[in-house]
């Protein structure tokens, strides 16, 4: 590790028993509300798949929130955090997947891609099908940028959150 970071991490500030916690917490709410404001103001529709990043961010930031409520219980902060880091790797383990369903090199589920149709299905068994299917197939990419996409980003900055977060959980204190 990097003198610099090293001095970082050990200024008493950084010690505070409140700051990885505020930290994870921050980043999960960063990255909840950017697709919130994607969906809401933008009219990005989610996926499937989008859903379940948002549930291993909302994990991410279950861990961050209970690391503040117990803050000054060091053993409780350590497992909250924990999950944090395991809320960022869910991430970018389901974000990974996706961007493979995105680029064709495998398929997505069959909620990803409406195949509850059958032949042979009754009238009220197909409607319900087609009234179930997804509204926004995984393989569509709404958004991208230099062509990465929303999911592309997630590969990129969650595992830099759960590096972070473990750089925090690795100070004393």
């Known amino acids: 590790m990097s003198d610099t970071l090293s001095a970082i991490l050990r200024h008493p500030r950084v010690q505070h028993p409140r700051v990885a916690p505020a930290i994870v917490t921050l980043l999960a709410v960063i990255a909840l509300g950017g697709a919130f404001v994607a969906q809401y103001v933008f009219h990005l ?14 994990a991410a ?6 690391g503040l409520i117990f803050a000054e219980k060091p053993g409780a902060r350590r497992a909250a955090l924990w999950l944090g880091v395991l809320g ?5 383990a389901i974000s990974v997947y996706h961007v493979g369903v995105e680029q064709g090199w495998w398929t997505g589920t069959t909620e990803c891609s409406g195949e509850g149709i059958k032949a042979g299905m009754s ?7 087609i009234l179930g299917a997804p ?5 569509d990419v709404a958004w991208d940028l230099w062509g990465i996409s929303l999911a ?4 990129i900055f969650s595992p830099i ?13």
Do not use: H, Q, S
């Open 45 to 58: 529709l989610p996926c499937v798949l989008c859903i379940y990043e948002r549930w291993a961010y909302g």
């Open 135 to 139: 509204k926004v197939a995984c393989t």
């Open 152 to 155: 592309g980003f997630n590969v």
């Open 61 to 66: 930031l279950a861990g961050g929130v209970l």
């Open 88 to 92: 960022f790797l869910a991430v970018t």
């Open 161 to 173: 959150f759960a590096g972070i977060t473990l750089l925090l959980m690795r100070r004393r204190g």
């Open 123 to 129: 009238r009220e068994d197909l409607k319900n099908a």
